[in-house]
């Protein structure tokens, strides 16, 4: 974990209070994080989401997620504007995708992300 006490702006800003409540606010969220969903398991049902439907502990589970970490907001709102944009673009062409690419496709995912 990072050290706030070294952050020269956090030295220079935050009296020892507040310091000392960023650090254990800080701590209690890298806690939650890693307890109720790792951000690999928070994007993945993201997009699954968008997929298809995701069940309501998982739904639960993904918005208290939302609410303690940025990067994963950040990410969600990216997502959705992709699906938005490529909804919307698909819908104006009627473009036909056959089976084979579509599995080719998932396969090509699947690899991606066993690593």
């Known amino acids: 974990m990072e050290d706030f006490a070294e952050k020269p702006y956090a030295a220079q800003r935050m009296s020892g209070v507040q310091l000392v409540f960023k650090i254990i606010n800080e701590m209690i969220r ?3 994080h890693l307890l109720f969903l790792p951000c690999s398991e ?6 699954k989401r968008n997929a298809q439907s995701i069940s309501p502990k998982e739904n639960r589970m993904l918005s208290m997620h939302l609410m303690i970490c940025k990067w994963c907001r950040m990410y969600n709102e990216k997502l959705a504007l992709l699906d938005k944009v490529f909804k919307k673009k698909f819908s104006e062409e009627k473009t036909e995708i056959n089976e084979s690419e579509i599995q080719d496709f998932k396969n090509k995912m699947i690899d991606k992300l066993n690593f």
Do not use: D, G, K
């Open 30 to 32: 890298r806690i939650l």
């Open 42 to 47: 928070a994007t993945l049902l993201m997009e």
